[in-house]
């Protein structure tokens, strides 16, 4: 199977080297050439299977230069007791008889990064070996918070790879600080940015787009890749999880074979709800994606009119991984809701760049509307689903996944849609420990990891093991930049 550009069709690699690359060399996104499709016999083989034979297969149908039985080590690497806290590795928690989370966060690093995370250093490493390549990749990566972490966790120590992470040193939770300066491995370095998030990820494009520095770094032997959600070796295991979902139920009796349910996930970048999209594309039985946002709702306003408007105030808010304008693998969806029409995603994406702003044509608003249903929770509504869900199920959730719970309320009263639907939980209540104990009513004392203690006293819900452990562990790196110095820390780096 091979990857076009969703800029210009005719720029077309194999799996392996879209995984190197991450983007394409137009700055398109580069995407499969055709959606396998899976039937009742797959969901059937798959449900009395364990996750990682699940992933195994539903990745062997996109990544057809990698043999199913790569996939299926890989996939016990990732996913393993070693790294994750549970065998189901993302199972799901029912909350009523129509409502079922699906929790995503039981990786080493409490968010669901780790779902793509543990898995792409993975495929990478394989690419490099499959298209003989012999420089070190070097992974450099602008972080808000729970990217970073897993993306460090995920590349530690793995051969022939570096990675450098940079985070907005005043934009970051305390324990998300926390997992990062105290990361272990060889190959890791961080560094914290003066300035917001957007300094760090301006800082990082600046670096890519300068060919002299790549120039320098060549010559030592080093090439620059991403492990940012554009890459398609993140998108891909994240499909997994929506058909184990599905699977899930199926084996539990809570649903029939081919009954359809939906799907409700909490958005930023829209590399999750685009899995999600790409699942219902394969043949599986979805209705509705309910995609959920924050404060900062322009996807909202697209998936209602049509119209994609960063012009807009940008909003700091409790789930800061939701925090974007400008949602990147939105365009991965428009190319196949135009029928692949290169010319007409580029038209957008120019006029994006050029004024932030486009408007899809009317084939597309009406596939939209099939197929979407956009909202958004405020930071009043997120404080207040929390405590609901804590009150009404005893079920402590996160910012991000109560932005979902509440978006999902929201299209239940609006439709009358009483459809089976699993809504998806991104991190653990522990990586936002402030907000969630005000949410419960507490007022969180001190800062830092002892909340962590805090809101375990107060609810008896277990602290993930991982993050328990960041009390005692010595702080690694201490290294703060200008946003202008950030390309000598990289030439320092990779000395
Ligand atoms: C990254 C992230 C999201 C948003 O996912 P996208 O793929 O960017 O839409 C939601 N919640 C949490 C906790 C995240 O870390």
Redo the contacts with the bound molecule.
């Keep these: 199977m091979n990857y076009l550009s969703t800029r210009d069709r005719t720029l077309r690699v194999g799996g392996a080297e879209a995984v190197k690359l991450g983007l394409s060399r137009d700055g398109g996104l580069l995407t499969p050439e055709a959606i396998p499709q899976i039937g009742e016999a797959f969901l059937e083989e798959l449900t009395g299977a364990s996750y990682q034979e699940r992933a195994a297969k539903v990745m062997a149908l996109y990544l057809t230069d990698y043999t199913e039985e790569e996939l299926r080590t890989f996939a016990e690497n990732a996913y393993g007791a070693g790294k994750f806290d549970t065998p189901a590795a993302a199972p799901l928690r029912k909350v009523d008889e129509t409502t079922h989370c699906l929790e995503l966060w039981h990786g080493p690093t409490s ?3 780790d779902m793509a995370l543990q898995m792409l250093p993975q495929l990478l490493s394989a690419a490099l070996r499959k298209t003989g390549e012999e420089k070190t990749v070097c992974i450099l990566v602008a972080t808000s918070g ?2 970073g972490k897993a993306a460090m966790e995920g590349f530690a120590d793995v051969p022939q790879t570096r990675i450098m992470v940079f985070y907005p040193r005043d934009g970051v939770s305390a324990v998300q600080e926390a997992q990062m300066v105290t990361q272990e491995g060889a190959n890791v370095g961080v560094c914290a940015v003066k300035g917001n998030f957007d300094d760090a990820q301006a800082g990082v494009k600046r670096i890519f787009s300068d060919e002299s520095l790549r120039k320098t770094l060549a010559e030592r032997g080093y090439l620059l890749s991403s492990a940012n ?1 554009i890459n398609w070796g993140r998108i891909l295991p994240q499909v997994v999880y929506y058909v184990s979902a599905y699977c899930d139920l199926l084996r539990d009796g809570e649903i029939r074979m081919g009954e359809k349910i939906n799907f409700c996930v ?8 685009l899995a999600a999209y790409y699942a219902k594309r394969m043949g599986l039985p979805v209705g509705k994606l309910i995609c959920a946002s924050n404060k900062n709702d322009v996807l909202t306003d697209f998936l209602r009119t049509g119209v994609y408007d960063r012009n807009r105030p940008f909003h700091n808010t409790m ?1 800061p ?2 925090d ?1 304008l400008v ?1 990147s ?1 939105l365009e991965r969806l428009l190319f196949d809701l135009s029928g692949e029409n290169d010319e007409e995603v580029r038209g957008y994406m120019e006029a994006l760049a050029e004024s932030g702003k486009y408007e899809v044509s009317e084939k597309i608003k009406a596939a939209l509307r099939e197929r979407f249903w956009g909202g958004f929770c405020d930071e009043k509504g997120t404080t207040e689903t929390i405590a609901q869900y804590y009150q009404k199920y005893g079920y402590l959730i ?1 910012t ?1 996944t109560a932005v979902a719970a509440g978006v999902m309320e929201q299209y239940r009263r609006e439709t009358g849609d009483r459809t089976v639907t699993v809504f998806a939980s ?2 653990s209540p522990y990586k936002f420990c402030d907000h969630v104990l005000r949410a419960i009513g507490q007022e969180p004392r001190g800062g830092g990891v002892e909340l962590l203690d805090q809101l375990n006293a107060a609810t008896g819900v277990a602290v993930p093991k991982r993050l328990a452990v960041l009390k005692g562990k010595a702080r690694r790196f201490d290294l703060t930049a200008e946003k202008a110095e950030m390309d000598n820390v990289v030439l320092d780096f990779l000395r």
């Design positions: 968010a669901f990064k729970d990217t959600s909490p958005t930023g970048n829209f590399g999750d709800i789930s991984s939701m974007i949602s693998n996160d991000h991104t991190a």
